[in-house]
């Protein structure tokens, strides 16, 4: 079943507030764009719309191929998202600059021990 954005970010809300009880929750992110940063906000959502208590995310990583640039989607560095209630000042951040399809594939194969 597909599930419209507002109907995916409850989703989102329900599946952090879950997750994030009594332990930390991570970020990755492959790629950039808009698409990439829309899950990343259910912490600000929770905190300042819905005026709930949540935790930052436990870390953030992003593999992106995309320029740095202040301001934009995609080349945005993950000290910007600190601006905007996305990520803790004392969040660890991380940002693998190279192309996705050879860097995600590789650290999947790491995790899993393969």
């Not at 005026?51 to 992003?62: D, L």
């Not at 995309?66 to 905007?84: D, F, H, L, M, R």
């Not at 650290?107 to 393969?114: D, E, H, N, Q």
């Amino acid at each position: 079943m597909m599930k419209s954005g507002l109907h995916y970010m409850e989703s989102l809300i329900r599946w952090y507030k879950e997750e994030s009880k009594g332990r930390k929750v991570g970020f990755f992110q492959i790629g950039g764009g808009i698409a990439g940063d829309f899950p990343i906000c259910v912490v600000p959502l929770i905190i300042q719309d819905l005026k709930q208590k949540a935790p930052f995310w436990g870390y953030f990583c992003q593999i992106s191929d995309s320029t740095t640039s202040y301001g934009s989607y995609s080349g945005a560095v993950p000290n910007e998202k600190i601006t905007w209630g996305k990520l803790d000042r004392n969040t660890p951040r991380f940002v693998i600059e190279s192309d996705a399809t050879i860097v995600a594939p590789l650290m999947f194969a790491y995790v899993l021990g393969w």
